[in-house]
């Protein structure tokens, strides 16, 4: 146990009480003994003005402080409101400030994406110069086509020209077949004729006998 806890306990046991409540029931003893003292005694009523201006100082002292942590209490409570104000307001700054941070991201995103398309579009080549190659390009599609059919002709004059000589060369082939044919049986009648009449002497010789 502890010594304040000892002292206040003799004090309660005194019936004098603590703090206050012991100023007060001792100037009431005090007030007591002197109202039932037949005797002035000046001293103890020095004693009880003095313990009453004690009581009115103690008094005015809790007062004091009473008002002072009621202020202080109301101060706390418009510092906490207001510090919860604040808060508030910094939770929206940060919500702000997120949308702003993301709308940035979004920003240099795009620009970057920009300036790729940029860069492809500048590395493009320019849309009249596109349409005069193309143009070009055209004319020189139609001069191959042109020229493709010129050769195409050419070469279906030629197969005409060659189916004919294959034609010719056919004919004079059955021609000369037919030829042979004819000529073969007048070569075999020369052959006869030519061997009978090497037995018959010719009319010169014989006349010369």
């Known amino acids: 146990m502890s010594d304040e806890e000892v002292i206040r306990r003799r004090l309660l046991i005194d019936g004098d009480g603590t703090g206050d409540d012991r100023r007060i029931n001792v100037l009431l003893k005090s007030f007591i003994k002197w109202a039932n003292s037949p005797d002035v005694d000046n001293t103890l009523h020095e004693r009880m003005l003095s313990q009453l201006a004690q009581c009115e100082y103690a008094q005015k002292k809790s007062k004091l402080v ?23 307001e910094a939770k929206k700054d940060i919500e702000k400030t997120k949308a702003e941070l993301q709308e940035a991201k979004q920003i240099r995103k795009n620009r970057m994406e920009y300036d790729v398309l940029a860069k492809v ?8 110069e596109t349409n005069i190659k193309l143009t070009t390009l055209e ?8 020229k493709s059919e010129q050769l195409e002709q050419k070469l279906e004059m030629r197969r ?17 077949d037919e030829s042979d044919e004819e000529i073969t049986p007048l070569k075999k009648s020369d052959s006869e004729y030519i061997g009978s009449n090497r037995n018959v002497p010719h009319p010169e010789v014989a006349r010369s006998d």
Not at 69 to 85: A, G, M, P, R
Not at 121 to 128: A, L, S, T, V
Not at 169 to 176: D, K, P, R, W
């Open 66 to 88: 009473s008002i002072m942590s009621q202020d202080e209490l109301n101060n706390y409570e418009v510092l906490s409101k207001q510090i919860e104000v604040e808060i508030e």
């Open 121 to 128: 579009i500048n590395e493009q080549p320019d849309r009249k």
């Open 139 to 146: 004319q020189e599609l139609g001069f191959l086509k042109e």
């Open 160 to 176: 005409k020209q060659f189916h004919v000589l294959i034609s010719s060369i056919h004919s004079l082939q059955a021609t000369l």
